[in-house]
């Protein structure tokens, strides 16, 4: 059976998985983050669980769903950042 491959998918809102950061991180080797990648690494975190649960929530539908890399960003100075896409499947 072959994938249906979907670019991005609207989150269903669901309550009770999602949980914030704590207010301070330690980064490896550099103190705390400044406020803008605090701010930033919020965003991706928060963002990260709703993708989590609408994850759930498919496969709870019977969608078999896996994240593929589909490049990675090269921000400079040695940062980068992986992209992704989901491969979904139907199986039922």
């Given at each position: 059976m072959e994938p249906t491959i979907i670019r991005e998918l609207e989150p269903r809102p669901q309550s009770g998985h999602s949980r914030d950061l704590p207010p301070k991180k330690e980064a490896g080797g550099n103190g705390t983050f400044?406020?803008?990648?605090?701010?930033?690494?919020?965003?991706?975190?928060?963002?990260?669980?709703?993708?989590?649960?609408s994850i759930v929530q498919a496969v709870q539908a019977g969608l078999t769903v896996e994240i593929k890399r589909a490049s990675r960003f090269h921000g400079g100075a040695g940062t980068w950042g992986?992209?992704?896409y989901l491969a979904v499947t139907k199986t039922v």
């Open positions: 400044s406020p803008e990648q605090d701010s930033d690494l919020r965003i991706i975190t928060n963002n990260l669980h709703r993708l989590n649960d992986d992209q992704i």
